[in-house]
């Protein structure tokens, strides 16, 4: 049976108040002792040649994947997705324009569309591209969720959100290809979770949130040691994350976007000399 997670526009509207918003990260080393505290890492210090779209990689979200793990290539870079928990595909949306007004989206795309109301990008205007929302990938319940790479890359990051909590916890484990843990970023996401109220809107558009958190893990200097990122939430019921941003082995970043990284490379240096002594 396919599952929807759209919820009733005035249940959503009365259920959910308005909420201040904000972010704290950290960064742990292998020894669990915190090297940063309240620097979070933003989209613009991975330097990518490797996005990776769920729709493109995997197709349109009308159904669930049977059973995991995948494996996709963009770019040369492979990658395997796997949980014990249920794999699951959704588009960002509530609504999706058919041509002359807002509707259901299995109506514009011709069949059941697994949904989510999430904060990440969503359709906002009848022009609005993609037409179904950004594509989500997740787990189905408290489940971890484990992305390996065929080949050690320098960084990886993505947008990422609870399913019912508003407030959450995230974080994002490093290992090398021993499964030697490289280190430990973590945030505290208030008011960036959960469902967007935005979305249920129909006067005149709907109001995306697009305002979920990033999680994402820098590498040390030029060398690419990750090989696996596992990823977990507070909350029991699941997550979802958007589209995954690689720095692999081949990406040459600017001076500018190196000069964004020096900080966190650097204490990351640190670390993982301490760990070897």
Known sequence: MKRTFVLSTIVIVLAMAAQASSLTCSLTGPDGSTVISNACVTQSQIYTNDPVDWSSAFGPADQNPSSGPWQTSNNGVNITLSS????????????????????LPDFVANENVNTFQGNFGAPSSPTSTPALGDALIGVVGPSSLTISFNAPILSAGFMISSKT??????????????????????IVANGLGGMCA????????????????????????TQAQISSLVVSTNDTNGMFLDSLFV???????????IFLMGSGLCVIGLFRRRNIQ
């Open 165 to 186: 909590l508003a407030n959450f916890t995230a974080t994002l484990q490093a290992y090398d290809s021993n499964n030697n843990l490289l280190g430990t970023y973590s």
């Open 247 to 257: 720095q692999d082995s081949q990406a040459v970043p600017e001076p500018s976007v």
């Open 198 to 221: 935005g979305l249920g809107n129909l006067t005149p558009n709907p109001t995306p949130c697009d305002n979920a958190p990033f999680l994402g893990f820098l590498g040390q200097g």
């Open 84 to 103: 014990v928990g249920l794999l699951q595909q959704a588009q960002n949306t509530v609504f999706a324009w058919d041509g002359s007004e807002w509707t």
